[in-house]
């Protein structure tokens, strides 16, 4: 069998093929990381040398793995984009696996497990996010991973699957909080399963031993659990982490609702999805209540995104593999239902369709007026995606499979490359003052005061272990006003330059011209989504003796 046989035979691995591609022709894409990418760096680092910041209020497990780098002089970032793209590899194979099994009583499984994969594989909001060095994506491979084990024996009749379970679930644990979220999504799954097994129709014969078996199984899963994650209890108490106080600073509102919901709406990559979900809600409850684990993991996850807002819509990564076994049951669903009378289908030739016309309208007005990062920050492109999804409308309309899904695989992939394409320049300015900064040929020696908030400045004036060495010396300070920026007050500090950008605050102004002590070395910018960014590198010059 010649590989093109090979392919229409196995289509599922075209499209691995085409994921790990295009995951490896955009390891670099992104100049620099997220600021929290350089902080879980950081901690690796000081893995490294057997220890751990105590600043640091991620778990430990993710940088733990990052600091298992096989060189020494290897960058750390280059490392960290490597393992990613390690891990997409290991989510796209273990989501078909799960595919395979959540499907294989179904059947047209081999076709449900397809579209299952083309909505994962460039899922604009899971590729974004498996190409930072963030530890979402590998918080959702431990997720699946329990779900297979889940899936495997649902009736839970070996220890190894307890075993197994509660090892991922302290893995989990120590990767992100949300670990937590999926220890009680699996205990409740196994007692509520329990109580299904009773028959309420002869509660006189309810004894202690029926009563046992109902504990039996989520005691046991929790006792093995617990016994995994004490160690890590008691170094670092789990009540006492920062992330409760985060969510008090955040407000509350309708437009934070509103992003909220426009964010999970087109969490997809194409507008009429959830209109799916509406016009086969009955399936998609079907589905959960055949998978009572993946809903109440759902369920509880999509509430802490709720409570966490400003994560939106990162937190959504570990659920978006389980919207969409749903998802595809009710795409497929609707175009077998060629020959079902409007009584009898789910969801009538016409009003589906309409329900995806006012989708993509309020897509469009949303990114119009709320302009969410994530779903498209160039609103010339958002027309082109809703101009695609408008186009699949008459397909949608005629129940014709093949150039439905063609149609939304390149709404998919062009709302992926949009994203991608405008935050692949996030914090550039600062990376090249910075590169400017750590050059040898500059000959820049001293204390470097940035105003940068974000950990970039951090990680390569002070903690990137493979940059050249030399007498520099990185610290913040926060600007606040005029003041701080006088000579008297930098010779206070002992600032030898400035590392100075508006990358926080594109409203940020400073003239610069007007303090003869202050002069800049060099500047840097860059327009992005419209608004102009820059940095400077100032140096602080001695005042004049003539």
Known sequence: MNLLQRLKAKPQLLLFALFFAFHLLLLNVNYVEW????????????????????????????????????????????WGKVFMLAVSALCFYVFYLVSREIFKKHANSKKLTLISLLFFAFNPVFFYWSLRIYADAFFALLVLLALLVYLKDKELTHFKTFFFLALLSALGILTRFEGYLLVLSLGLTFLLKGFQRIDYTSLQTLTISKLWDVIR?????????????????????????????????????????????????????????????????????????????????????LLLVLAWPAAV????????????????????????????????????????????LGLTALYILGQRFITLQFLIPSFKLVLVVALINLLALWPLYKKSLVPFMALTALSI???????????????????????????????????VAYNDSSSVSDWYLNENPTIFSQALEGTYFEYGSSEQLSLSNLQEKGYDYLLFTNEHNPALDVDFDKRPYLKTLATFEKEINGKMFFTKVIEVMEPSTE
Do not use: C
């Open 35 to 78: 600021g929290d990418s350089y902080r879980i760096l950081r901690a690796s680092e000081y893995i490294r040398d057997f220890s751990y910041p105590l600043d640091e209020k991620r778990p430990p497990l993710y940088s733990a793995l990052l600091a298992l780098r096989p060189l020494k002089d290897l960058d750390p970032v280059f």
């Open 413 to 447: 992939i062009l709302w992926s490359a949009g994203v991608i394409y405008a935050h692949r320049n996030i914090y550039s300015t600062i990376r090249q003052g910075l590169d400017y900064l750590t050059n040898p040929a500059n000959d820049v020696y001293g204390r």
């Open 217 to 301: 199984k989520p005691l046991t899963y929790g006792l093995l659990t617990t016994l995994l994650i004490l160690p890590y209890w008691i170094w670092r108490n789990p009540l006492a982490s920062s992330y409760f106080e985060e969510p008090s600073g955040r407000s509350y509102d309708l437009v934070m609702l509103a992003r909220y919901i426009l964010s999970l709406a087109f969490l997809f990559g194409f507008t009429p999805a959830f209109a799916f979900f509406a016009g086969s809600y009955k399936k998609a409850a079907h589905f959960f209540k055949e998978n009572l684990f993946v809903f109440i993991f759902t369920f509880l996850e």
């Open 313 to 356: 819509p990162r937190l959504f990564i570990p659920v978006i593999p389980l919207l969409i076994w749903p998802l595809s049951i009710s795409v497929s669903a609707y175009f077998r239902s060629l020959n079902e009378t409007p009584s009898n289908n789910h969801f009538s030739r016409m009003t589906l369709p309409l329900f995806s």
